[in-house]
C-alpha cells in the first residue's frame, strides 16, 4: 500500500459520488453511522492509496482531490461498529463499492475474504473476518459525463402508439453472425444499422432492455459453472454493466450512443430496473457496498436486525422509506434521464417499492416523490405489480400515470386459447383494455401492458410445446421455475416430426400474436418470440448465458417474422386498435363502438356470456366512433372490423351480422394457415352469408371507410 500524501480540500457534501469539474474530483458518501471512512484510489498495478475523509455535514463524509481525472479506480473503507444482531456490520477490512458510481471497473472475483464473517466460524455471520477484500472486488471509476447528445431528446411516442420489445443486450445479438465476434452481445450491436433496420421492419418502437445495471453473478452459480444471465442482481444502479460493452471501460460513452442511435430511429429505450434488493443478500452474503457503509439505513431489518426482511426472495429488501434510499433511487433514476436520455422503465416487483412499513401503500412515499418530479414523471412508468411478500399481488392497483404487467390478460389469454371453459366474459374484458381493472380509477387502457410471455416463463413456442417445464439443465432438480404455466403442448411434449402438431402450434402462435396486437392497451414482445425461438422448455433461464437463451438467427421462422412484422405495423396503421379512451358500447345512429356477436350473427345477451362450454365469438370495432382526436383536434376516423375468434377444436360457421353493421366485408387474416393481406380486395362477404372458422383459429374481416 503506497501511503505518499496527496492534497486534498474539504470539498462538498452534494452531489453523492465522485464529480470531475475539469479541475479535480469531489467524492462524497453518505454514512450516517460510520465512525471513519477511508477514500481509497487504485493505479493500474492495483497499488492502493488510503485518504483519510475528514469532513462531514450531517450525514454525508467528503473530500476534494485536484489533479484526480476521469479513469480513476477508487473505493472506500469505512469504520463503525460491528455488532451484526444490532444490525451493524462495519469492516474496514472490506474495500466498498460506492453506491454512486457511474461506472465500474470489472465484475467480482469470488472469495472468502469478501464476505464480513469467516466462513467456517461455528457463528457464521457474528464473526468478524479480517481479511482484505480489495484484490477481488471491482473498483469505482471516476468519469467525465461530457458528450455530445447533438440535440437529442426523448422521443415521447404516445401510449397507444407505442409497441415494446423486451430484449436481452447479450442474447439478442451474441448468435448474430451477421456482427463481428468482437461485436455480438454489446450496447453497439443493438445500436448497429443491422439491428436498427430489424427493428424497423418489425415495427416495434420501444426497446425495454433487461437489467443494465451493473450486477453480480450468485456465488453458487459461478461455482456450478453458471452465472446470472438476466442480471436482477444489481449493484451499481448508476453504472451500465461492463460486460455489455465492445470495448473494457468504454460502457458509458457506448451505452449513451445506443441510445442515440435507437432514438435517430424513432425507438425508446425503455430500461428494465432493480431497486427492490441489492446483490449482497441476507446475513449470509458478501458485504461489497451498501452492507459495509450503512447497513441499517440502506436495508429493511427484522425486529432482530441479525435478520433481513425479504419480501423479494433474494434475501434482502432496500430500506425504501429511509430518505437516503429514496433519494439514491431519484438520484438513480434521474441520472439516467437527464444524463442517458432513457425514455422510460419498467420496475421489478415494484410493490416492494410501495410497502412503507409492511403493506402495500400506493400513496406510499415512493410514488408521492416521483409523481412531483418534473422529469420522472414525465416519462414511461411500467409496475411489475407484485413481489413475494405478504398480499404482494396488486395488477390493477398502481396509481395513475403508472402502467402495469397485466398478468391477468397474459392467464386469461394463455386459458382461452387452450380451449379451457367459461373464459369468455373475461376474455372480452382483457381484449378491450381490462376496465375492470383500470376504469375506475381514471386510467386509460393503456394503463394495461399487454403481454403473451415475458422472459420469465416459456417462450411462446414453449408455450405451445410443453406441458410442463423442463429446467434440469439449471441444477436444482426441476424444482425452480414456476410450476402452473398455462400451456398446452398440443399433443405430444417437446419437439416432434408429427406436422399436424407442429402446424397447430405455428397456428396457435399466430393466434396469441393476433390476439395480443389487436387488443386495446400496450403490447409487449418478447425478442424472439417472432422467430419461434425456443429454450427446450425451459422456463426459467436465469442462469443460462448460452445457447438455451441466446437468440439463434440461423434458426428463425421466416414466415413467422413476416406475419409478426404485417401485424405490428397493421396495428399501427390503423387507430381502431389503438385506442386511447374506452369503448363507450353507446349506440350512435344506430350502430355501438362495440358489439359481441355469437355465430348466428346475433348479438350476445347476458345469458351467453354465462354459457361454461362456450368458445367462439365475433367482437365489431367501429373505427367511426373512436371518440379519438389527434394533436390539431381533429377527429380520427378508420375502417371498421369485424374479428372472429374460435378457440373451440372444431370448426365454427359464423353468418356474418345485419347491414347496419356492414354491407361489405373484406376477409384479410386467418391465422388457420396464416393468411395476412390487409390490402387484399379478394375474398368478400356480404351480409348473412355464412363464414366457415376453423378450429383454433381467428379471421379478420375489413370495412373500409369510405372517403368523404
Not at 475523509?53 to 472506500?76: A, D
Not at 453504472?239 to 455489455?244: F, L, M, S, V
Not at 401492458?449 to 417462450?459: L, P, V
Request: proline share 4%; hydrophobic share 35%.
Amino acid at each position: 500500500m503506497i501511503e505518499e500524501p496527496i492534497v486534498a480540500w474539504p470539498g462538498h457534501p452534494y452531489p453523492l459520488g465522485a464529480t470531475y469539474d475539469g479541475v479535480g474530483v469531489n467524492f462524497a458518501l453518505f454514512a450516517e453511522h460510520a465512525e471513519s471512512v477511508e477514500l481509497c484510489l487504485f493505479d493500474e498495478a492495483g497499488n492502493e492509496r488510503r485518504i483519510r475523509v475528514t469532513e462531514r455535514t450531517h450525514n454525508s463524509w467528503h473530500v476534494y482531490l485536484p489533479g484526480i481525472k476521469p479513469g480513476q479506480h477508487y473505493g472506500y473503507r469505512v469504520k463503525g461498529v460491528f455488532d451484526p444482531n444490532e444490525g451493524q456490520r462495519y469492516n474496514p477490512n472490506k474495500l466498498l463499492i460506492d453506491p454512486y458510481s457511474y461506472s465500474i471497473s470489472g465484475i467480482i472475483k469470488w472469495n472468502d475474504a469478501l464476505f464480513g464473517y469467516l466462513m467456517n466460524d461455528p457463528d457464521e455471520d457474528l464473526s468478524f473476518n479480517t481479511s482484505d477484500s480489495a484484490p477481488f472486488i471491482p473498483k469505482s471509476l471516476v468519469i467525465d459525463k461530457v458528450f455530445n447528445w447533438q440535440g437529442d431528446t426523448r422521443l415521447n411516442i404516445p401510449l397507444h402508439k407505442t409497441v415494446i420489445y423486451e430484449l436481452h443486450v447479450k442474447g439478442f445479438t451474441q448468435l448474430a453472425k451477421h456482427f463481428s465476434k468482437s461485436l455480438r452481445g454489446t450496447y453497439a450491436a443493438i445500436a448497429h444499422q443491422k439491428s436498427i433496420d430489424y427493428f424497423k421492419k418489425l415495427g416495434i418502437n420501444a426497446v425495454e432492455l433487461m437489467p443494465i445495471h451493473h450486477f453480480v453473478a450468485d456465488r453458487h452459480l459461478v461455482d456450478r459453472g453458471m452465472t446470472n444471465y438476466w442480471g436482477y442482481n444489481s449493484i451499481g444502479f448508476f453504472a451500465p454493466d461492463i460486460r455489455y460493452a465492445s470495448k473494457r471501460g468504454d460502457q458509458v460513452t457506448e451505452f449513451k450512443q445506443m441510445v442515440k442511435t435507437l432514438h435517430r430511429s424513432g425507438i425508446e429505450v425503455i430500461l428494465d430496473v432493480v431497486y427492490n434488493h441489492t446483490a449482497e443478500g441476507n446475513q449470509m452474503g458478501p458485504t461489497l457496498s451498501f452492507r459495509g457503509i450503512d447497513n441499517i439505513s440502506y436495508y429493511r431489518l427484522e425486529d432482530n436486525k441479525r435478520y433481513y426482511k425479504d419480501y423479494t426472495g433474494t434475501g434482502n429488501t432496500l430500506y425504501t422509506v429511509h430518505p437516503t434510499v429514496l433519494r439514491l433511487i431519484m438520484d438513480s433514476l434521474r441520472y439516467w434521464v437527464t444524463e442517458m436520455h432513457i425514455d422510460g422503465f419498467r420496475f421489478d416487483l415494484a410493490t416492494v417499492l410501495a410497502r412503507e412499513f409492511h403493506d402495500v401503500d400506493k400513496w406510499g412515499s415512493f410514488f408521492d416523490v416521483l409523481h412531483q418530479d418534473p422529469v420522472l414523471s414525465q416519462v414511461k412508468l411500467i409496475a411489475e405489480p407484485w413481489d413475494v411478500g405478504e398480499n404482494g399481488f396488486h395488477v390493477g392497483n398502481f396509481p395513475v400515470e403508472w402502467m402495469e404487467w397485466n398478468a391477468k390478460y397474459r392467464d386469461c389469454m394463455r386459458e382461452f386459447w387452450k380451449g379451457d371453459d367459461a373464459t369468455l366474459p373475461e376474455f372480452a374484458n382483457r381484449f378491450t383494455g381490462s376496465s375492470d381493472l383500470y376504469l375506475d380509477n381514471w386510467r386509460t387502457p393503456v394503463a394495461s401492458i399487454n403481454f403473451i410471455t415475458a422472459h420469465d416463463g416459456f417462450t411462446l413456442m414453449d408455450l405451445v410445446s410443453y406441458n410442463k417445464k423442463h429446467n434440469e439443465a439449471n441444477g436444482e432438480n426441476n424444482n425452480d421455475g414456476e410450476n402452473y404455466n398455462r400451456s398446452w403442448n398440443c399433443g405430444v411434449e417437446g419437439p416432434t416430426d408429427n406436422e399436424e402438431i407442429n402446424q397447430l402450434r405455428k397456428r396457435q402462435i399466430r393466434n396469441f400474436l393476433t390476439t395480443l396486437f389487436l387488443s386495446q392497451g400496450v403490447p409487449m414482445l418478447v425478442a424472439g418470440d417472432e422467430m419461434g425461438r425456443t429454450q427446450k422448455g425451459n422456463n426459467n433461464a436465469y442462469c443460462q448465458d448460452n445457447e438455451i437463451s441466446w437468440i439463434n438467427w440461423e434458426k428463425k421462422d421466416e414466415a413467422l417474422q413476416e406475419f409478426t412484422s404485417r401485424l405490428i405495423n397493421f396495428r399501427l396503421a390503423h387507430p381502431a386498435f389503438c385506442r386511447n379512451k374506452w369503448f363507450q358500447y353507446k349506440s350512435i345512429k344506430g350502430i355501438k363502438d362495440i358489439e359481441w356477436f355469437l355465430p348466428e350473427g346475433t348479438s350476445m345477451t347476458e345469458e351467453h356470456w354465462k354459457e361454461s362450454n362456450a368458445k367462439s365469438l365475433g367482437v365489431f370495432l367501429s373505427g367511426e366512433h373512436l371518440d379519438t382526436r389527434d394533436e390539431r383536434g381533429e377527429k380520427i376516423f378508420d375502417d371498421s372490423f369485424y374479428i372472429i375468434f374460435n378457440s373451440a377444436g372444431v370448426s365454427v360457421l359464423f353468418t356474418i351480422p345485419d347491414k347496419a353493421w356492414g354491407a361489405s366485408w373484406i376477409r384479410i387474416l386467418d391465422t388457420f394457415d396464416g393468411f395476412f393481406d390487409p390490402d387484399s380486395e379478394e375474398f368478400k362477404l356480404t351480409h348473412g352469408e355464412i363464414i366457415e372458422v376453423r378450429p383454433r383459429s381467428a379471421v379478420l374481416l375489413i370495412k373500409r371507410r369510405e372517403t368523404r
